[in-house]
């Protein structure tokens, strides 16, 4: 089991950008970004699969959020820019895929997550 720390959010104006990142305690080569809006369901963001795959599990995340690494220092980053108020929610690191997947598409079900941190958009 991989232990995860998301860090990075805070209150942004909209139009704004915000890069959070998830410290890992081991390298993890399948990872998630995934985001929970007050009274809604938690919705997938961006994953990164190996071996270099980055998909996004709606089209309505392509363009502003993207993903990277520092496999050095076992660091997920979500990079997100022309932020909105309705990309207000906790957003949550996870690791470990537990179903299947393609290089066109992200894992549903993930083993483990992260604590989560705040990102408040307003307008």
């Known amino acids: 089991q991989v232990q995860l720390v998301e860090s990075g959010g805070g209150s942004v104006q909209a139009g704004g950008s915000l890069r959070l990142s998830c410290v890992a305690s081991?390298?993890?080569?399948?990872m998630a970004w995934f985001r929970q809006a007050p009274g809604k369901e938690r919705e997938g963001v961006i994953c990164?699969?190996?071996?270099?795959?980055?998909?996004y599990y709606a089209d309505s995340m392509k363009g502003r959020f993207t993903i990277s690494r520092d496999n050095s220092k076992k660091v997920l980053y979500l990079q997100m820019n022309s932020l909105k108020p309705e990309d207000t929610a906790v957003y949550y690191c996870?690791?470990?895929?537990?179903?299947?997947?393609?290089?066109?598409?992200?894992?549903?079900?993930?083993?483990?997550w992260g604590q989560g941190t705040q990102v408040t958009v307003s307008s």
């Open positions: 990164d699969t190996a071996p270099n795959n980055t998909n």
């Open positions: 996870a690791a470990g895929p537990l179903d299947t997947w393609t290089t066109l598409t992200c894992p549903r079900e993930w083993r483990d």
């Open positions: 081991a390298y993890s080569s399948n």
